[in-house]
């Protein structure tokens, strides 16, 4: 399990390039809304090589929850 509470924000621009939004859940996962806007924010975490979920993968889990990405 990571140990960062992940972002669940689908509308941060730098979403697709943080480790915070892009890591691989566990089930008892903390989640939390950032809105890091840039990458100098301190929250944005860098991949930086980390395995991280793909970015299809997050849209299909939202959209089987009810969750609209964007939204």
Not at 6 to 27: K, L, Q, S
Not at 34 to 62: L, P
Request: glycine content about 8%.
């Amino acid at each position: 399990m990571p140990d960062i509470t992940m972002c669940i924000n689908g509308t941060c621009e730098v979403r697709n390039e943080c480790y915070r939004y892009r890591a691989i859940p566990d089930y008892w996962q903390s989640k939390g809304f950032f809105d890091c806007g840039n990458k100098k924010h301190k929250f944005f975490i860098e991949i930086e090589g980390r395995q991280v979920r793909d970015t299809d993968a997050i849209f299909k889990i939202s959209e089987e929850k009810g969750i609209k990405n964007g939204n």
